[in-house]
Each structure stands twice: as structure tokens, then as C-alpha cells.
């Protein structure tokens, strides 16, 4: 069950997990047979209402209101978290604080560049694909991906790579460009499944004849693969570098890079800002990074900061030196304040939390705000640092005229 980490999202996971243990104690124990296994997971919905909303959904999802039009996307990220997020502009998920900030033109273009580096670092299924993930391809604009997707829809699966030069718009520069990020399971030719390029099929060739076995029996076997040398099959079109790549494509065929999926499990009984204490350890999803520091979700609807002076046990200049977006990662809570909603967390998991003195509830003074009281006055005199009143006329003047004594404008 894929629950959205929005309003409402801690109460509705508790609901869940109520749920499939009444359903766990209904269910029968058969002989042999395991009760269902039910798992919930919360998952980030930034940007699903932009989905739910957008011309692409309403042709997708036709006949099924806005609200269960996001329902489905998140849904469809638990699955297949990439594949469900090229449908929506990266500027929506959210990229950072200061992105209305930068040049626009120059935003998108990088952040189009990230988007179809990933998606040609996975690889796409050619059967599955919609147009959004296809045109994310190397080589493919929008126009062609609609034809691959229409040529589908009109005459089934592709059984072969070689069969997307009878799409219309899809010529051999075309195909040149994107045919290695596109995977075909159960085709004609089991290559197709792989990351290994039409145009290096004949250097697997030599591989399978060294090899004395059909292709079926080589893919997978490390064994066999492990002592070719890449040299010993080099061509004057592909060096050995590119051998070396094809023997490992080989070696694990159609492996996904992505690593395994994990979810942060927050506590019971932690659902809003009040039921934190300082001390607490907690795990949490890091939501955001900027310089100063980390943003991390903790499951009670306000992020918490971890500063860069407590990521690590050493000196860090930028916090994204040390976390990403997305990882997992257990902090300690220094301070919260309820009021203000904000709360100090630590990676730190030995530091210790800032004392009070006793009946001391009042919220602290932020650092920005207090950094200009008493200026210009002296440490102990009225007005002067601490006091938080104003220097006095006459201590500014004496400052401002030693300042005139050192020869300064």
C-alpha cells in the first residue's frame, strides 16, 4: 500500500497498519500455506497534484477524477518510481530553495540533462514505455516517441530492435542514438534485453564462437565470461574498453543500477511536532540539501534541520559533501520548538542536547535575529552587549569619535 507522505499521511498509515493486522487475523492459516503478506510504505507525492492536473494525465486517465489521477501516480512510483516521475516537469518535484532564483532557460536545460542521463543510466522496456519516458531517451524527441507508442499500439510488442526503423520518423541516426537504452524481454534476439548496442552484436558474436555456446547459456555465466580478454576480441570500430563493457553487460543482463529499495520507519507514537523530545533517535528521509545543511523528514509533517556543523564528527564545509536527497538516515534531536515549528536535529548520535535552565519554556532567540542587538556599545554598560537595549547617545558618539581619531571615513 503506497501512502503519500502529505496531510494526514502519519494517521493514514496507522489506519493501514491496523488494517492488515485485522486482516492477518482474519485471513485463514491453510495448511502449508502463509498468511498474505501486506506491506505499507510512505513515499514522497511532490508533485502528483501537478500530474493529477496536467493534459498528459486526462489522456492517460480519461474517465477517472483529478483526486484518483494522483491516487495512481503515487501508486505507480512505488512500482516503477522513474518511470512514473519523467511525466512531470523536474521544476514541480521540487530542486531546491532557491530555483525561481537561477536562470530559467539554463535550469531547465541542466535539469533535462539529469533526467535523461538517468533514464538512459536504467534503460527503458520499448513494450511498457509511455511517451513522456521514451522521449527522455537519447536521440528521441517527443514527435518520435508518439510514433513508437502509436506504431505499438497498431501492431503489438516489438519482437526486435531492428524493428523500430519501420517506425515512421525513426530513421538509422535515430536509431544509432537510442537502440542501446531500449530493452525488449522475451524478443526474438535475447541482446535486445540488454545494454549491449545493435552495432557491437557482431563483436558477441566472436565471443560466442571462443566460447563454444549459444547465447542463452553465455549470458549470466560469469565463469565463462571472467576469463576472455578484452584485447583478444578488439576491432579497429571497438576497442578494448568497449569489449570490457559488453562482457560485463554480459555478465549481468538487464541489471538495473538503482539500489535496492528502502524506506525510513518512523516510530509509533511520533505523529506531530509535539511528540518530540529532545534526545529522541529517530530515522529519517533527507528531503532536501543546501549548503547550510539538511533537511530531514521525520513523519510529523515539519522537516527538521540538521545543521553542517552536526552532520559529521569533523569539519564539513557543504552538507551535500556528506548526505543526498533521499537517503536514509538516523538523527538525534537537539531542540524543539513548538511554537515556531522548528526542529534542531544532530547526525551526531553522541552529541548532547543544549541545556535549560529549569521552568525555562520559552522558545530561543534566533542567532540571525539576535546578532544586531547592543551594537555599539560596551560589554557591562547599560545598552552595551546582552543587555538588549540600545546604546546610549552618548556611547555611540564616543565610538563614532575614536573612529574619526583613526583617520577612517
Not at 492459516?29 to 507525492?45: D, N, Y
Not at 508518439?146 to 536509431?175: C, I, M, N, Y
Not at 571462443?210 to 576472455?228: C, S, T, W
Request: with cysteine; charged share 25%; net charge neutral.
Amino acid at each position: 500500500i503506497a501512502i503519500g507522505n502529505g496531510t494526514a499521511s502519519r494517521e493514514t498509515d496507522k489506519l493501514a497498519g491496523d488494517l492488515i493486522k485485522l486482516m492477518q487475523k482474519a485471513a485463514p492459516a491453510h495448511a502449508g500455506q502463509a498468511r498474505p503478506a501486506i506491506e505499507k510504505v510512505v513515499i514522497s507525492e511532490a508533485g502528483a497534484s501537478v500530474y493529477s492536473a496536467s493534459e498528459y494525465a486526462s489522456q492517460e486517465l480519461p474517465d477517472v477524477d483529478v483526486s484518483l489521477r494522483g491516487a495512481a501516480s503515487i501508486a505507480r512510483r512505488l512500482q516503477d518510481p522513474l518511470a512514473e516521475l519523467v511525466k512531470i516537469d523536474p521544476k514541480s518535484i521540487g530542486v531546491g530553495q532557491y530555483q525561481h532564483d537561477v536562470n530559467q532557460s539554463e535550469l531547465a536545460r541542466t535539469l533535462d540533462a539529469v533526467v535523461e542521463d538517468c533514464v538512459n543510466g536504467v534503460g527503458v522496456d520499448l513494450n511498457t514505455a509511455s511517451a513522456p519516458l521514451l522521449s527522455r531517451v537519447s536521440g528521441l524527441s517527443g514527435t518520435v516517441a508518439k510514433a513508437v507508442v502509436r506504431w505499438r499500439e497498431q501492431h503489438g510488442a516489438f519482437k526486435s530492435r531492428q524493428q523500430l526503423l519501420d517506425v515512421s520518423g525513426l530513421g538509422p541516426k535515430t536509431f544509432e542514438q537510442s537502440a542501446g537504452f531500449l530493452r525488449i524481454r522475451g524478443g526474438d534476439n535475447p541482446l535486445d534485453m540488454t545494454g549491449v548496442h545493435p552495432e557491437t552484436y557482431p563483436v558477441v558474436e566472436q565471443i560466442i564462437v571462443k566460447v563454444a555456446k549459444p547465447i542463452d547459456q553465455i549470458m549470466g555465466r560469469a565463469e565463462l565470461l571472467k576469463p576472455l580478454k578484452p584485447d583478444a576480441f578488439a576491432t579497429p570500430q571497438f576497442g578494448a574498453i568497449t569489449v570490457k563493457d559488453i562482457l560485463a553487460e554480459l555478465e549481468k543482463p538487464g541489471r538495473d543500477p538503482r539500489p535496492d529499495f528502502k524506506v525510513a520507519r518512523f516510530n509509533d507514537g511520533v505523529e506531530d511536532i509535539a511528540d518530540l523530545r529532545e534526545g529522541m533517535v529517530l530515522e529519517g528521509t533527507v528531503s532536501n540539501v543546501a549548503q547550510f545543511g539538511a533537511f530531514v523528514d521525520l513523519g510529523v509533517h515539519q522537516d527538521g534541520l540538521v545543521h553542517v556543523s552536526q552532520l559529521a564528527n569533523k569539519f564539513v564545509n557543504d552538507a551535500r559533501e556528506v548526505v543526498k536527497t533521499g537517503q536514509i538516515v538516523k538523527v538525534k534531536v537537539l531542540e524543539v520548538d513548538v511554537p515556531r515549528k522548528r526542529i534542531s536535529l544532530t547526525m551526531k548520535l553522541d552529541a548532547q542536547a543544549p541545556r535549560r535552565q529549569p521552568g525555562d519554556d520559552r522558545p530561543r532567540e534566533n542567532r540571525f535575529e539576535s546578532a544586531g542587538r547592543g551594537r555599539g556599545g560596551y560589554s557591562g554598560a547599560p545598552g552595551g552587549r546582552g543587555s538588549g537595549q540600545p546604546a546610549p547617545a552618548s556611547a555611540m558618539a564616543s565610538a563614532f569619535e575614536k573612529l574619526k581619531g583613526l583617520g577612517t571615513k
